[in-house]
C-alpha cells in the first residue's frame, strides 16, 4: 500500500508542548516536511528564539542552536558567514524581530545575509503570558493593555515585511498564515521559496505566518481561526510582498 | 622583525596569525583601529569574514554564531559598548563556546570619556553578564605583550570552550611600540566535537543554555564551576618586579602596572627597597604569590587607574595580613611616573616611621 502521509523523519518522537490550536504546530511540521522534501537535514542549522518557538530544538532532528531573546538574525549571520555553503533558518516569534531584535532582524535583511528568516506572528506575546506585542492588533485586549490596545498610547501594528521590502538586501518577502488548509499550503510554498532564495544566493528571505494564539486570545481555536481572516489579515495583507528573480 | 605599530592595530596582526577568520566590531574610541586594522586584513585571510555590525549587541551574538560554527572569532569594544555586550558573553559561557573579546577601557561609568581607565576591572572580573560564570581576563601592559597574548587567548578560549576577554585601555591600544609577530603561530587545533555545521554523517547536536529542568541547571551550573576551579588552578599569570629584597609591594596591572615600573625604578635609586606584582591574569587572580609575600611583608601599595577595584582582590588574598596603602587616578587621568614616584616613598616614610 503506498503511503501517502505520515511523520516527517527530521521530526523526532516527542511531543509538542504547544497549545490546542497554536499554529507553532502547524509551521514546525510543515518545515519538517520541506526539510525532508528539499534533502536539507545534512546542511540545515535552526537558530531557535526565546519564547514559545524556542523549544524546536527538542522536535527537529536538525543542527539547531538557541540565541538570546532577539538576536537570531544575528547569529545566524556569524553562521552563515563561517558556513557559506550551508542553510542557516531563524526561528522568531514577533516580540522578538519586532520588538527586541529589530535592529538585528532590519540590517541583516539589509545586509542581504543568505538566511531565511521563520517569522511566526501571532500578535501577542505567548510564552510570557499574553502580553502586547508590537503587532497587536488596534483595540485588542493583552495583559498590558487591558482596554485595548490604544494607538495614541502604544503606536501601530508593526509591518514588518513591509518595512524590509524597501531594504535593498531583501529577496523573497512573503505573509502566509496558518488558519486553514488552503492557506496552509500556500505557507509551505512559502517556505521552500525562502530556501531556495537563500541556496541561490538571491538575498535574504522572510516568511510571516499569522498564526492562531487561541489561550492567549482568549478564544477557541476555530474562533482565533476565523479572526486571523476577520481582523488580522485586514491589518497584515497576505501575499508576496517582494520578490525578485531568483 | 619589528614594526612600530598601534597597540590596536598589533592586537589585530596577532588575531590574524593567531587563527582568527571572524571579526565583528563596531566602531568606539578609543579602539577604532582594531576595528579598521580587521576591515582591511580579513578580506586577505582565507575564508576571512569582517562585519561592521550595526551593535556591540550584534557583534557579540555574530561572534557567538562564528563560534558555534567553529571559526576562531573576535570582537572588541570600549567600556560602554562592552556593558552591551555582556549579554552575549553570558551566553557564551553557557553555551560553552570559545571567543576572544578585547575591551580598550575609557574613563568612567555611562559615557566617560575616551581617555584610558581601569575602571571596568570589577565588571571584567567578576563575570558581567547574568548568571554563575566567569572569564579569564588578560591584561597586558606593552604593545608586544598586548600581541604575545591574543594567541594565549584563543587557545584558552579553545581548550576551556569560554570566553576570554582582554583587558586593555585607551593608552594601550593606541600608543606606538615596535612589535614582533615572529613566534605568533596558530597553534594547535583543538577538538571541536560540540560545532554545529549540518548534522552530515552523525547525529544531529542541539547548543542551548536554557534548562527547565531545575536538577539539570543546577548541574550545568556546577559544570560551569568545575571549569572555574580548574581555571583557577591552571592558568594564574603574574610577574614579579624587584620581590626578593621588597619592604613595599606595589600591585598594580596593565598600564598602572608600566607607570609603576618607572616609580619603582627611581625609588630604587634612592634606596627604598619597593618591589611588584603584576597580575597579567585579573581573572584567575595570583592571589597566591601575594598572600606569600605578606610573610614576610606588611605593605601593600595599591595603584589603580579606578577609585579602587583591584583592592578588594588584593585583601582578598592578603586573608586579613598585611596593610593596604592605595593611590588611584579615575576619569581618565593618566598619573606620571614621577607622580606616583612621590606617592609611594610618602607611604614609605611614613609606615616605616609607623614601625619605629
Known amino acids: ?246 | 622583525m619589528k614594526k612600530l605599530m598601534s597597540g590596536n592595530a598589533a592586537l589585530g596582526e596577532a588575531a590574524v596569525l593567531a587563527g582568527c577568520t571572524c571579526y565583528f566590531g563596531y566602531p568606539i574610541t578609543p579602539q577604532n583601529e582594531l576595528t579598521e586594522y580587521m576591515a582591511k586584513r580579513m578580506p586577505e585571510v582565507e575564508g576571512g569574514v569582517f562585519i561592521q555590525s550595526e551593535s556591540e549587541i550584534a557583534a557579540i551574538n555574530m561572534v557567538l554564531g562564528a563560534s558555534v560554527a567553529g571559526a576562531r572569532a573576535m570582537t572588541s569594544s570600549s567600556s560602554p559598548g562592552i556593558s552591551l555586550k555582556q549579554e552575549g558573553i553570558s551566553y557564551l559561557a553557557a553555551d560553552e563556546l570559545p571567543a576572544v573579546i578585547v575591551n580598550m577601557a575609557r574613563g568612567g561609568p555611562g559615557m566617560g570619556n575616551i581617555s584610558p581607565a581601569q575602571s571596568d576591572y570589577l565588571q571584567a572580573t567578576r563575570g558581567g553578564g547574568h548568571g554563575d560564570y566567569r572569564t579569564i581576563v588578560l591584561c597586558p601592559s606593552s604593545v608586544q605583550e598586548l600581541a604575545d597574548l591574543v594567541p594565549v587567548a584563543f587557545d584558552l578560549a579553545d581548550l576551556y570552550r569560554n570566553p576570554v576577554l582582554i583587558l586593555g585601555d585607551g593608552m594601550l591600544g593606541q600608543m606606538m611600540e615596535p612589535v614582533s609577530f615572529d613566534h605568533i603561530t596558530k597553534g594547535k587545533d583543538f577538538p571541536k566535537d560540540y560545532i554545529l555545521n549540518g548534522a552530515k554523517g552523525r547525529p544531529s547536536r542541539m547548543v542551548r543554555s536554557l534548562l527547565f529542568d531545575t536538577k539539570e541547571e543546577e548541574e550545568h551550573n556546577w559544570k560551569l564551576y568545575r571549569k572555574v576551579k580548574r581555571m583557577e588552578q591552571n592558568e594564574v599569570r603574574y610577574e614579579t618586579t624587584l620581590l626578593d629584597d621588597a619592604e613595599m609591594v606595589v600591585v598594580a596591572y596593565g598600564t598602572s602596572a608600566r607607570i609603576a615600573k618607572g616609580a619603582i625604578k627611581r625609588l630604587r635609586q634612592e634606596g627604598l627597597k619597593v618591589g611588584l606584582i603584576r597580575p597579567i591574569t585579573a581573572w584567575p587572580f595570583p592571589k597566591e604569590i601575594i598572600k606569600e609575600t605578606a610573610n614576610r611583608v606588611e605593605d601593600f601599595f595599591v595603584f589603580e587607574m579606578s577609585t579602587g577595584q583591584l583592592i578588594e582582590d588584593v585583601q582578598l588574598s592578603l586573608e586579613g595580613k598585611g596593610r593596604i596603602h592605595f593611590y588611584g587616578r579615575p576619569g581618565g587621568v593618566i598619573p606620571t611616573p614621577i607622580e606616583l614616584y612621590r606617592i609611594i616613598s610618602r607611604h614609605y616614610y611614613q609606615s616605616k616611621r609607623g614601625k619605629a
Open chain 1, 1 to 246: 500500500m503506498k503511503q501517502v502521509y505520515g511523520r516527517p523523519k527530521c521530526l523526532k518522537e516527542a511531543h509538542f508542548h504547544y497549545c490546542p490550536g497554536c499554529g507553532h504546530s502547524i509551521v514546525n511540521r510543515l518545515l519538517a516536511e520541506v526539510i525532508d522534501e528539499m534533502q536539507l537535514r545534512d546542511k540545515i542549522i535552526c537558530v531557535a528564539p526565546a519564547g514559545c518557538g524556542m523549544l524546536l530544538y527538542n522536535y527537529f532532528d536538525i543542527d539547531t542552536l538557541e540565541s538570546a531573546h532577539g538576536r537570531g538574525a544575528a547569529v545566524s549571520t556569524g553562521i552563515k558567514r563561517v558556513l557559506p555553503d550551508n542553510l542557516v533558518f531563524s526561528y522568531q516569534g514577533d516580540g522578538d524581530l519586532a520588538a527586541i531584535g529589530t535592529a538585528e532582524g532590519f540590517h541583516a535583511a539589509n545586509r542581504g545575509e543568505l538566511i531565511s528568516v521563520i517569522f511566526v506572528n501571532n500578535g501577542v506575546y505567548g510564552m510570557t503570558g499574553g502580553q502586547m506585542a508590537p503587532t497587536t492588533m488596534i483595540d485588542q485586549v493583552t495583559t498590558t493593555c487591558p482596554s485595548g490596545r490604544n494607538p495614541a498610547l502604544a503606536g501601530h501594528p508593526v509591518k514588518v515585511c513591509e518595512v524590509f521590502a524597501v531594504l535593498g538586501g531583501t529577496s523573497y518577502l512573503e505573509r502566509v498564515a496558518v488558519n486553514k488548509p488552503s492557506a496552509v499550503v500556500k505557507a509551505k510554498k512559502a517556505i521552500v521559496k525562502a530556501f531556495q532564495h537563500q541556496m541561490n544566493k538571491t538575498g535574504f528571505s522572510l516568511v510571516e505566518v499569522l498564526s492562531p494564539c487561541p489561550t492567549n486570545w482568549k478564544m477557541t481555536p476555530i474562533q482565533s481561526c476565523k479572526w486571523i481572516d476577520e481582523v488580522m489579515v485586514k491589518e497584515f495583507p497576505l501575499g508576496v510582498i517582494k520578490e525578485v528573480k531568483c
